[in-house]
């Protein structure tokens, strides 16, 4: 049984904040590079955050740049996305995956988790 668990996503005001969460299970989360993706009505999925299998290493989109905060705990098979100073076009729905990159083959995808920042 092997599983991608987003959460932690919901309604916040501008300016509010969230954390999601990723959760692995079935397989150690703690071999693979972790991206946060992401989703909004009429765009393409986008890359939004990753972090190397050690978390020695981050990258950001420059979109989220000082407000995003990827992490990860490995002996919770976990990673995280501090999402601070949210606007209205972060909404979306949000995924990890077992990859850095989208376009990588064999990537897994977890089911995502909706993320709406609206006063």
């Known amino acids: 049984q092997v599983q991608l668990v987003e959460s932690g996503g919901g309604l916040v005001q501008p300016g509010g904040s969230l954390r999601l969460s990723c959760a692995a299970s079935?397989?150690?989360?703690?071999?693979?590079?972790i991206g946060w993706f992401r989703q909004a009505p009429g765009k393409e999925r986008e890359g939004v955050s990753c972090?190397?299998?050690?978390?020695?290493?981050?990258k950001y989109a420059d979109s989220v740049k000082g407000r995003f905060t990827i992490s990860r705990d490995n002996a919770k098979n976990t990673v995280y996305l501090q999402m601070n100073s949210l606007k209205p076009e972060d909404t979306a729905v949000y995924y990890c995956?077992?990859?850095?990159?989208?376009?990588?083959?064999?990537?897994?995808w977890g089911q995502g988790t909706q993320v709406t920042v609206s006063s």
């Open positions: 079935g397989f150690t989360l703690g071999y693979y590079g």
């Open positions: 972090i190397s299998s050690s978390g020695g290493s981050t």
């Open positions: 995956a077992t990859r850095c990159s989208a376009q990588a083959m064999g990537i897994f």
